[in-house]
């Protein structure tokens, strides 16, 4: 028998908005839920220093810094660096290895000069080094690297002639730098610069391990691997370094078992096949010093520590510890001094350092579009006119009650199908078609009402919850900004930053602003079910007021990867510091692009795009057809909107007040009341 007594909604707290959001389980610690319904940053990862981030947003907006704003927190890039080094030297002290750890940071993961500067700055009481994986790459880092030429730049990625002749003579210049090489003929190159240089190089090898990597860039490794050597030729290599008298030159044995390594067990086999390798090597009479195990630390972006594809079973000092375990037991076995360990280390780095913040401008569904009085039969018409499935609509929505709950929303399925194919037929007007829209949607609402206040599983409720998802329309570019949500379906968590001590009432899914229907998101993090929802809990819109949602954990690859779609350009980015008592202030503001730059990107001259507009207003207002002010008026917006932000702002976003073409409703425009 159901029990199909009213529940009491208890009172909703902010922890339940930590367990809805699972906050917990994605933040390591970064993150949490505070008090006041804001969500607190600890760039610590501990509870004391806390900065609220809905008041960094606010003080950014008074400062004219609007959303959508990535906010960099550098206090966390620096903890990051410090939990990655305390975790392997912990593993370095359990296990007796002899040997010490480096980590290289690839600029790949995010480029941005403030970024790479403060990793190096971060990492010097580690010796941390970089990585490149190009030339421009390369560039950026021989400048940068002056007052540090002890510290590693290693270099990964197809090289050319020019490329490797710059590398040798960094070395001249006191670069402790190493090409590493990724096929014969980059070998090749090294020899000819370093003799005509007259520099013994360190060089350094990626194998192509036999042992496949895991997860979503699993290609990165094993035999079918675009980069490096098979075993043939890194003996071919030896040999030929052997027979120049250069052994000692092979400094550095690398591999790379693809990023994001879901599940520990792929990189155990990784590493003890590197080791192995390593070991023979030196054993031959190799040089090498250090063994580089790539990248692939990853980042449990969905929170559930499993082996989905945005999740991973290990934490960082398991990671540590096997990297460690495993290239001393091998060392010990074969009875070899212990390398340096190097980790090229990015994502784990760069990801928690970065909050994509964004506006919701309005939203649109189903319950928009309800109304407020529903038709009875009567109104319906003569019921001889009143088409039978709308009947049944009617009769579906009157009917439904806790012990009917599937047998309702299964009538109210069929019977609205049938109405929109007697619609597609010319059977059923426009008037009935939009009276069957709104009784379906009503029905719908009152099952899941009733199944939410009763305690009986309906099972398709997660159908149900789609239907009477809305969509909330977001201010930002996905292709900009998140672009792995839309060509790799990352997910990242994302939830409201504020608010939170009130119970999210609506579900939705985002719709950025490109005129694309992929720029959406529309699959969240469910860990607690180890799945996806296609839906996140968020709130009412209040009229004139900001509603800002946070995409969490985005620091790596999302800002190099993202383009132009639309031409919405880089977002506003600023870097905050926090003092000991949580006071924070703006350490670098770098401006978003301006709308008259994102056009200088697609090859159009700004300089003469006013101009000609301006010839064509003269003309409009000469033959009558504009005043002289609304000419004015024309230029004054063109010319403001070529030096401004290519996201909406406050004072100008429009106020939308009717319907958009959008399925299932009109738009409501928390924002609207503002301009
Ligand atoms: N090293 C190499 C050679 C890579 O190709 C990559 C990325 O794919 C990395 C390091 C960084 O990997 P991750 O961000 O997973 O640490």
Redesign the pocket.
């Given at each position: 028998m159901r029990d199909s007594r009213p529940a009491v909604q208890p009172e909703w707290t902010v922890g339940d908005a930590a367990d809805l959001y699972q906050v917990p389980t994605w933040s390591q610690g970064y993150f949490t839920v505070g008090r006041t319904g804001h969500l607190m940053v600890h760039p610590d990862a501990a509870p004391g220093r806390e900065i609220d981030l809905f008041d960094v947003v606010e003080g950014l907006a008074t400062r004219g810094i609007h959303a959508p704003v990535l906010i960099r927190f550098s206090d966390i890039l620096a903890h990051r660096l410090h939990r990655l080094h305390d975790a392997f030297e912990a593993a370095i002290r359990e296990n007796g290895y002899r040997g010490r750890y480096i980590a290289v940071y690839?600029i790949?993961?995010n480029q941005q000069r403030p970024v790479v500067e403060e990793v190096f700055r971060y990492g010097r009481e580690f010796d941390f080094g970089l990585?490149v994986?190009s030339k421009p790459e390369l560039l950026a880092v021989m400048a940068m690297t002056g007052e540090a030429g002890d510290r590693p730049i290693i270099c990964?990625?197809f090289k050319d002639d020019r490329y490797i002749e710059a590398v040798v003579l960094a070395t001249k210049l006191g670069r402790t730098i190493v090409p590493v090489v990724e096929n014969l003929s980059e070998f090749r190159l090294i020899l000819k610069h370093a003799e005509r240089y007259d520099v013994r190089p360190s060089i350094g090898v990626?194998v192509k391990l036999s042992s496949a990597g895991a997860g979503r860039?699993s290609d990165?490794s094993g035999y079918r691997s675009k980069?490096g050597l098979f075993a043939a030729e890194l003996l071919q290599v030896f040999y030929e370094l052997e027979a120049r008298g250069q052994a000692d030159c092979l400094k550095l044995l690398?591999c790379?078992p693809?990023?994001?390594?879901q599940e520990i067990r792929a990189l155990k086999e990784a590493v003890g096949e590197l080791a192995h390798v390593y070991a023979e090597l030196v054993e031959m009479g190799a040089g090498l010093e250090y063994i580089d195990v790539?990248?692939?630390?990853?980042v449990d972006y969905d929170g559930s520590q499993s082996v989905t594809a945005t999740s991973i079973n290990y934490s960082i000092p398991e990671y540590a510890n096997e990297v460690v375990y495993r290239v001393g037991s091998v060392c010990e076995e074969r009875g070899i001094s212990h390398p340096t360990i190097i980790?090229?280390?990015?994502?784990?780095?760069?990801a928690y350092q970065s909050i994509l913040v964004f506006n919701v401008l309005g939203s649109s569904g189903p319950t928009h579009a309800l109304g407020d009085d529903l038709p009875s039969t009567r109104s319906l018409g003569d019921e001889d006119e009143v088409p039978g499935p709308l009947r049944d609509l009617l009769l579906a929505y009157h009917s439904v009650e806790a012990s009917r709950l599937g047998e309702c929303y299964h009538d109210a399925v069929q019977a609205r199908d049938q109405c929109m194919r007697l619609f597609g037929l010319g059977y059923l007007s426009l008037e009935h078609r939009a009276i069957a829209e709104r009784l379906f949607w009503a029905t719908c609402l009152r099952v899941r009402e009733i199944a939410g206040e009763v305690d009986s599983p309906f099972e398709e409720l997660e159908d149900l919850e789609a239907v009477l998802s809305e969509t909330f329309f977001c201010n930002l570019s996905v292709f900009q900004s998140l672009p792995d949500t839309w060509a790799i379906d990352q997910l990242f968590p994302i939830m409201p930053i504020h608010r939170l001590d009130e119970r999210p009432t609506r579900r939705g899914v985002l719709a950025d602003i490109t005129c694309d229907s992929d720029g959406k998101i529309d699959t969240f993090i469910d860990p607690e079910n180890r799945d996806v929802k296609h839906g996140l809990e968020l709130h009412e819109l209040r009229q004139g007021e900001s509603y800002y949602l946070g995409a969490f954990l985005v620091g790596?690859?999302q800002e190099t990867l993202g383009d132009l779609h639309n031409l919405f350009g880089d977002t506003n980015v600023v870097h905050i510091r926090v003092d000991g008592d949580g006071d924070w202030w703006i350490e670098e503001l770098v401006e978003g692009d301006t709308a008259s730059q994102v056009l200088g990107y697609v090859q159009y001259d700004a300089a003469s795009l006013y101009p000609t507009l301006r010839r064509d207003c003269e003309k409009a207002s000469k033959e009558g057809r504009m005043t002289v002010e609304e000419s004015r008026a024309l230029l004054d917006f063109y010319r403001s909107a070529l030096d401004g932000y290519t996201y909406l702002l406050p004072e100008s976003t429009a106020p939308v007040t009717g319907p958009v073409a959008s399925p299932g409703g009109a738009v409501t425009s928390p924002e609207s009341e503002r301009t």
């Open positions: 690839p790949k993961v990585e994986g990964n990625g990626r860039w990165s980069f690398h790379h693809g990023s994001q390594i790539g990248g692939g630390l990853g980790s090229e280390s990015g994502r784990a780095i760069a790596a690859y």
